[in-house]
Structures are given as C-alpha cells and as structure tokens.
T-cell receptor, first 112, second 112 residues
Framework: TQLLEQSPQFLSIQEGENLTVYCNSSSVFSSLQWYRQEPGEGPVLLVTVVTGGEVKKLKRLTFQFGDARKDSSLHITAAQPGDTGLYLCAGASNFGNEKLTFGTGTRLTIIP | EPEVTQTPSHQVTQMGQEVILRCVPISNHLYFYWYRQILGQKVEFLVSFYNNEISEKSEIFDDQFSVERPDGSNFTLKIRSTKLEDSAMYFC??????????FGPGTRLTVT
C-alpha cells in the first residue's frame, strides 16, 4: 500500500510570510500532482511534476519533485489571505493507469 | 475552459436502495476515474476506466459497485444496494494522455 504523508497537517501564518509544506512517501511515483480543495468541492489541479528534481513555478508558488520521485514540496512566497485552503498532494502510480494516491493534506490559514 | 461536471450535487437515499451518480468528463479525455472522500478523510481511489473497460479497481469497489459509459459523453457509477458507510463525497475525474487528472465538483451521497 502506497502512503503519502503531508506535513505539517495544519499551518497558520501571518500575511507576507513564506512557508513550505511537504509531501513524503517511501514509494516511487510516475508523477505527482498538487491540488487545492475548498470545503464541499472537488480538488482543483495546481500543478503536475513528472521528472525527478523538477521545479515548477506558478506565480508565488514553487513546486519541487524529489530526485528519486518519492517526495515533493510546495513553497509559497509572501503568503496572502487568498492562499488559505487545503492543499493536497497526490502521487500517480501503476505507470499507464495513473490512479492517484492522495496525501493527508495541509490546511493552511493566512492571517491578514 | 472545459470542466468535468457531476449530477446530482447531493443525493439522499435509504439504505438498500440503488443510486446512480453521473459524470460528464472533459470531451477529448480518454481515461476516467471515480474517487470518494468520507467526511474528514483522504480522497480514495475507487476505479479507473479506459477503452470501455475497467483498468483497475480498489478493494472498496466490490460487487455492489459498477461503472458504465453508456454513450459518448456520460460516465456513471452505480451502487446497487447502498449501506450507511457508503455516505461520502464521490468525485469523478478524467484525463487525456498526459498525467493531469481533472476532478468534478462531486456528488454528496447521504445514506440514511
């Protein structure tokens, strides 16, 4: 059974600060996706990383895939209240089928 | 922008009744998935579907569950005899031949 652990589970910081959340596993994934989920809604795709060591930037968000394709991080620069939400990582496995194994989530709160 | 749609948004049913959850994937996508999320828990994979057949299913997806693509646009999940523990958010997702899975808004199933 593949597991993805996210840390921290909860994070509350002041507006303007920087933060990093982590997604770790002992399993290798063919790709890793980060989603954001609002209460009562479906996960919204933020980014997909595929290559070990890959770094992708989406405005103030920087995503990195570990060299061994087992872990990932999400770094937010100058956090804003609009960044508040639940961030989920999901690893794709079974190369070809690409079913997703979801992490436990990090609930982020940005305090104005 | 193309999106995955799901109906109904909320379904209430009595234990033992059959329910059909409906999804319209993004039109040029080839791979289809169902996931569920019990309140307060992780998103869990149920089943993947490609080329008109199931490509993989989880332990959760027992004989009470079935999927169908009855026409060129709809993708359905049927639960034959619902149990209390089937109460959850059910998400449909689809992708083309890239890694990126796009999720629908979900159907909240409540079994009483």
């Amino acid at each position: 059974t593949q597991l993805l652990e996210q840390s921290p589970q909860f994070l509350s910081i002041q507006e303007g600060e920087n933060l990093t959340v982590y997604c770790n596993s002992s399993s290798v994934f063919s790709s890793l996706q980060w989603y954001r989920q609002e209460p009562g809604e479906g996960p919204v795709l933020l980014v997909t990383v595929v290559t070990g060591g890959e770094v992708k930037k989406l405005k103030r968000l920087t995503f990195q895939f570990g060299d061994a394709r087992k872990d990932s991080s999400l770094h937010i620069t100058a956090a804003q209240p609009g960044d508040t939400g639940l961030y989920l990582c999901a690893g794709a496995s079974n190369f070809g089928n690409e079913k997703l194994t979801f992490g436990t989530g990090t609930r982020l709160t940005i305090i104005p | 922008e193309p999106e995955v749609t799901q109906t109904p948004s909320h379904q209430v049913t009595q234990m033992g009744q059959e329910v059909i959850l409906r999804c319209v994937p993004i039109s040029n996508h080839l791979y289809f998935y169902w996931y569920r999320q019990i309140l307060g828990q992780k998103v869990e994979f149920l089943v993947s579907f490609y080329n008109n057949e199931i490509s993989e299913k989880s332990e959760i997806f027992d004989d009470q569950f079935s999927v169908e693509r009855p026409d060129g646009s709809n993708f359905t999940l049927k639960i034959r005899s619902t149990k209390l523990e089937d109460s959850a958010m059910y998400f449909c997702a689809s992708r083309d031949d890239t890694y990126e899975q796009y999720f629908g808004p979900g159907t909240r199933l409540t079994v009483t």
